[in-house]
């Protein structure tokens, strides 16, 4: 491994090595599921005033998801944070919902003295009880007790808080979605209803009468439905069925139009409050929250009884309740002492979660199929027995008899490891076998189709009459990128006695979706496991397996193939990076700079993406962005759907839209859609870059991107090249740090103890 100490020499000789990445970033890009990616291009819009108490992306068992968050503030976002540049969501939605509802005629001065009157008089109503301190606060602690010391701030004089509770963590880096819907075996595209302009007037007046911004009636009309301006006069608190609708201000609105009545512990709002708090989990990859993470959340916006406000929402049937069983069982003493067969009762261990329906339903349909695959069991041929023989590795030998026997068979491994299952599918097509090989990301071969395209119908072999598809084995890769709404979908459509082989490498980033169902499948054990023992080759691929292990090692890389250049700051790192791809690498490696990838922690900041796309423009492909922004032969990202992030290039634009080339085709991108949906990409976050290789990559880690890594951050970034990896390197200590010390953010989830509880009744006699 190369270091570089010095300027411009260095970096034309050396080209690149690892390096830090921005620490506001940091924080996002350590959560995936907070990850841009998920929603659009340049992630969603933060709000920047009245932010919310967010679920963090920590799940696991006996770490709360829901603690406060707090911004950083440092200029390059996190991958998928919510940073203040950020452009508009891919939901489109309208700038007045970022703005706390107010009466249209009001100035935002007048907005926010109209706030604080109504603040000082509610406070001024319950100023006698706060004035004893053992009345007031003995039932009061930790976050409770912080409120009440700002409500009392508020009466000595300070900052007014506008609702409920002011001192909320950061906005979500992401805005929450609508929990989905159950999905049919046989995925079909369903347009969404376009509400009658009855409805969408009925809204509008509803909106009015509680100073909402008008602009919010038409999509309130499309998320609530027909009786949409019931359900407002009703509950007011649906609003927050809107993304961009902060709860601050539902609750102004439910303040305008109830008055006194509506206040923080309001069982509207609370029951709201649990599903908001849950589809805001799922954003950071949970399928489910523990009753106590989600009580604390709920005490964070102010509701005076959390657990009561749960039990209730569970009771309408709002959210699920589950308990899943922990450890062993323990032994206790019987209450029937007389019988001495039951002198002793088991009792089990459980942890209770809380879910919603529609990532309850995937999840559970899953483990269906999953263990329908896994109880399928074959005859293992002599055809097979010589297809094994004949396999390019030991490997893939052992991955073409495991397949031969098993309905359900996972297979872990690296970039190289890539080519045993592929190995598979060829053995498996000269056995006479109808055979799917579906990746992640588009490429790699002709025989090689997306799960996207899969699932819709656009690639692959089609469906049978039955909706199943047309094959007796699927083989999928990058088995880390499936969520459990895909990984559902995808299996249900496996017909009974087909073969499903799930693969990839556990070490990448995590599914920009719910769930980590590759993780689940391997820790429930119900199905073979298949661990290839074919190593990366060269520098880069010892590099990479150290980085898996929690290892940052030297490597000698006689030829460059690894590279470090130091930098200063964020400003030296983006000039680093330009001239790596525009001069060095091309130069040294005979790499042309098209095949060259940047890879950074987040899109803002002086060192996101946002920032290295515009330099690079201005080097490779100058233009004044006639379109929209982009100008032909502009390298381009185009995130059709969250999680999906495919290159392109620029090749026109007219009434239709922005016209891009992709893997040989032409594709037409509606030019509402252009803005949350394309963007620059000669530079990309390292989501956006899972599943897809290049010839060379400069990993770009700036300063303030300290506190973005985390080892599979890192491993993900790294392993992104094929020849040649450059690391523009700025956050010292920090990168061996989060190598060895940061791992991947638990999720927390239900399919693991699903699939295992299925296995186990299986086993049992009748």
């Known amino acids: 491994m190369s270091t570089d100490p010095q300027a411009d020499t260095a970096a034309a000789e050396n080209p690149a090595t690892p390096e830090a990445e921005p620490s506001a970033a940091a924080e996002a890009e350590a959560d995936p599921a907070a990850d841009t990616d998920r929603t659009g291009p340049d992630g969603a819009r933060a709000a920047e005033h009245g932010a919310e108490p967010p679920v963090s992306g920590r799940g696991g068992e006996g770490e709360s998801p829901a603690g406060p968050e707090t911004e950083t503030g440092t200029g390059s976002g996190a991958e998928g944070g919510a940073d203040a540049d950020a452009g508009a969501g891919p939901e489109g939605t309208a700038e007045p919902a970022a703005e706390a509802p107010a009466t249209p005629a009001l100035s935002e001065a007048q907005a926010e003295l109209a706030a604080q009157r109504i603040e000082r008089e509610r406070i001024a109503r319950r100023k006698a009880e706060r004035e004893a301190p053992v009345a007031a606060g003995a039932k009061l602690s930790g976050k409770a007790a912080d409120l009440l010391a700002a409500v009392r701030a508020v009466e000595g004089g300070a900052k007014p808080s506008s609702v409920y509770f002011d001192d909320a963590p950061a906005a979500p880096r992401k805005a929450p979605v609508a929990p989905p819907a159950p999905r049919p075996a046989a995925p ?36 609530l439905g027909e009786d949409a301006a019931g359900q407002l ?22 303040r305008a139009l109830l008055g006194a009545e ?8 609370t029951t709201v409050l ?63 002492a007389e019988d001495a067969a039951d002198a002793e009762e088991v009792e089990q261990p459980v942890r209770v979660l809380v879910g919603l329906e529609g990532a309850a339903m995937a999840e559970e349909s899953l483990a269906d199929g999953l263990a329908r695959l896994a109880a399928g069991t074959f005859d293992a041929s002599e055809d097979w027995e010589r297809a094994a023989g004949s396999a390019p590795s030991p490997s893939a030998s052992e991955l073409i008899r495991a397949v031969a026997g098993h309905g359900l068979v996972t297979h872990t491994g690296g970039e190289a490891a890539r080519a045993e299952p592929v190995a598979l599918a060829a053995a498996a097509r000269e056995l006479g076998l109808r055979v799917c090989l579906a990746a992640h990301a588009p490429g790699g071969g002709p025989d090689r189709v997306t799960v996207a395209g899969l699932l819709s119908g656009a690639e692959g072999p089609g469906r049978d009459t039955d909706g199943q598809f047309a094959l007796d084995l699927l083989v999928v890769l990058d088995a880390p990128q499936l969520d459990v709404e895909t990984a559902a979908a995808l299996v249900e459509s496996v017909p009974d006695g087909a073969r499903l082989v799930l693969s990839g490498d556990p070490g990448v980033l995590g599914s920009a979706g719910a769930g980590r169902v590759f993780a689940d499948v391997l820790a429930a054990r119900t199905c073979p496991r298949l661990v290839s023992r074919t190593p990366d080759p060269g520098p880069l691929g010892e590099l990479v397996s150290g980085v898996g292990i929690g290892e940052l090692n030297q490597v000698d ?42 890879i950074t922690p987040g899109h803002g900041g002086s060192a996101g993406t946002r920032a290295l796309n515009a ?12 379109f929209g922004g982009f100008d ?12 999906r992030a495919l290159p392109a290039r620029v090749v026109s634009a007219d009434a239709e839209g922005l016209h891009l080339e992709r893997a040989g085709a032409r594709i037409v991108v509606a030019k509402e859609l252009v803005e949350s949906q394309v963007r620059h990409g000669w530079a990309v976050t390292a989501h956006q870059a899972v599943g897809t290789r290049w010839p060379a990559v400069v990993v770009v880690l700036p300063g303030d991107a300290a506190q973005a890594l985390s080892r599979d951050w890192v491993y993900t970034a790294f392993g992104r090249g094929e020849r040649h990896l450059s690391v523009v390197h700025g956050v010292d200590q920090a990168l061996p740090h989060a190598v060895a010390e940061v791992p991947a953010k638990p999720r927390t989830t239900r399919l693991t103890g699903l699939l295992t509880a299925l296995a186990t009744a299986g086993a049992q006699p009748g």
């Open 274 to 336: 649990v599903g908001r708090l849950l589809a805001q989990a799922g954003l950071k990859g949970h399928t489910a929250l523990e009753a106590p993470v989600l009580e604390k959340a709920l005490a964070q916006y102010g509701v005076p009884d959390p657990a009561e406000a749960l039990e209730l929402a569970i009771a309408e049937g709002s959210v699920l309740v589950f308990h899943e069983p922990l450890g062993t069982p323990v032994a206790g003493p019987s209450e029937n």
């Open 557 to 598: 890389a006689p030829g460059k193939e690894v590279v470090i250049v130091p930098v200063k700051d964020a400003g030296e790192a983006v000039h680093r990076a330009v001239q790596l791809v525009a001069e060095s690498v091309p130069r040294a490696f005979g790499i042309p700079a098209d095949s060259v990838q940047v």
């Open 188 to 223: 079909a595209a369903v347009a969404a209803p376009v509400p009658s302009a009855d409805t969408v007037e009925g809204v509008r007046a509803v909106l009015a009468r509680g100073g909402a911004p008008e602009a919010l009636a038409g999509p309130a009309a499309a998320a």
């Open 233 to 254: 006069t009703e509950n007011p608190w649906r609003l927050l069925s809107l993304p961009a609708v902060r709860p601050t201000q539902a609750d102004g609105f439910a």
């Open 632 to 643: 032909p032969g502009d390298r381009v990202v185009h995130v059709p759907s969250a999680g």
């Open 615 to 626: 330099a690079l423009k201005e080097r490779l492909n100058p233009g004044p962005g006639r």
């Open 262 to 269: 509506a206040g923080p512990g309001d069982e509207r709002r």
